[in-house]
């Protein structure tokens, strides 16, 4: 715990130099070269959830609603396929009306029929029902992606209204790794009322849930939502919320060898080398944005959100380029299973 607490209190820019290259190296002894690349579908920002620090919660009145059709979430994952990338990541707002329950399972069902399931399927669609989980885990969904946001309750209950309930999140994820999904989560960083404390109980939190997959990146406000101006103590600037994201990513590595982190866009949102940044930190995974520009400015989570007028083409071309800066490989068309839930499903057996 000192060890985690030392990495993102470190402020000599020669030993945080030294930090990250540990963890490059301990990412590359264990899992190799290899950046996985994951297109993001944003298929609908409708969401029945409040999050205060989020720009498409159900209040904001301001925001177009969209939800993609059947055929154009086919061929955003389809784009992804003939392109090469292993994975997708089917994200949306929470829903759990029977019809976006329906749409779900057969957008899934379809692509898998399609791939001949040479494509995993990711997807980040919030708290459901045990019942959906199996039901779209069963439809051929493989891995599933709900962040905690902060593994502190009362942080959790200060930045959620009050009928956003934590334990019912931490139940989600425990049942999500029952049906057998590779489980990621994440949390923000920066956050108005966090401390280090909490940051180095959520890095104790993945080791705990034994989660296979990270995607963590820096709180960033956007002005139609209630977290909009408030103090933030644990940071006193955006290039010291930067340095502590990436800080995050380098003590998560060190601490958790074998699971696949995602450089998030956020990154990107407060350096134009972010994410490069974050693969030098430990990180090994990329989530390009191959949704149409037509929505993308509509998945507006926080402000300052980087390429959303780009084509899923271009968004391909630059994040190969940008890997290839950090002197990593891209691995085209594998699909990049968490080492940590391979071994586990090994242990299983
Ligand atoms: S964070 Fe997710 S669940 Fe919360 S309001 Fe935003 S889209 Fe909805």
Redesign the pocket.
Known sequence: MDHIKNILLESDANQIRHIFHQAKDIKQNTLGHDVYLRGLVELS?I?????Y??????SNTSVKRYLMAEDEIISSAMFAFEKGFGSIVLQ???RSDTKFLHLIETVVEKINYLTSRQLRITLSL?EQSKDTYQRWFDAGADRYLLRI?TSNESLYNKIHPAN?CYNERINCLTALKMIGYQVGTGVMIGLPYQTINDLVNDILFFKEMDIDMLGMGPFIEHSQTPLFGQPIDIVNSRLHLFELSLKMIAATRIVLPNINIAATTALQALDPLGREKGINAGANVIMPNISSPIYRKDYL?YEEKPCINDLADDCFDCVIKRIELTGEKVAMFSNGDSLNFVNRQRRKT
């Open positions: 920002n969401c029945t959830k409040d999050c620090y989020c720009g498409i919660r159900r949306s707002g929470e919030g946001e956003h989570l």
